[in-house]
């Protein structure tokens, strides 16, 4: 199963337990669309991506869908999102996931960096309430991608286990497939 799959299958597996939710990269929406029908007509994704094909691919997605409503698409890096998001969402986010590097097809350029990257996780990791999960896909297979993923499971590793469950690392054998991280705030 694509670990994209399993991302999703993570934070579909109980229902939210709160129908606000963080897309930190919506490249072509696919994960902002799972998100949007899973927060329902009273829930809200909040979605970020620094590209403007990203956001146009993502706004065009949830027309398609019929969910325009359930999203709003940012245009900003997610070290910003405490910039744009709601009062009511601090501490009150059911689901955020990361899928990091870049989008295929598109320039590596605008792949995601370690250290925004994990500016971006701690923010987002004290935004979940509590039952609220996070998932993160790394991609090492590129240089950048290397580095940041290193850095992402180190970070992942040091978290509080009385804050955090977290789930054992999702990857094969080979150092160069994707890594799904998984955690809970408790
Ligand atoms: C692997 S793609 C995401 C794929 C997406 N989840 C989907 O379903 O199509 C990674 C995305 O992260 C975006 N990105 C890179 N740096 C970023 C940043 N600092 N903040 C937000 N998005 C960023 C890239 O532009 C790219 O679209």
Request: glycine share 8%; net charge neutral; proline share 4%.
């Amino acid at each position: 199963m694509q670990l994209t799959t399993l991302a999703q299958n993570f934070i579909a597996a109980s229902p939210l337990i709160s129908p606000l939710a963080i897309d930190a990269t919506c490249g072509n929406g696919n994960d902002t669309i799972f998100l949007a029908r899973l927060v329902g007509d009273d829930g809200h994704v909040y979605a970020f991506d620094t590209q403007a094909i990203a956001i146009q691919a993502s706004q065009q997605y949830l027309i398609t869908e019929n969910f325009s409503r359930r999203a709003s698409l940012h245009q900003i890096s997610h070290t910003d999102i405490l910039s744009v998001l709601p009062e009511f969402c601090m501490g009150n986010i059911g689901a955020c996931m990361f899928n990091l590097g870049y989008l295929p097809g598109s320039d590596q350029l605008w792949t995601t960096q370690t250290l925004s990257t994990l500016g971006a996780l701690e923010i987002c990791s004290e935004l979940l309430c509590i039952g609220g999960k996070m998932s993160v896909l790394c991609y090492p297979g590129h240089t950048t991608g290397a580095e940041e993923t290193k850095a992402v499971v180190k970070w992942f590793k040091s978290l509080n286990s009385k804050r955090f469950g977290c789930a054992k690392p999702a990857r094969s054998q080979n150092p160069k497939s994707p890594i799904l991280l998984c955690l809970t705030r408790l």
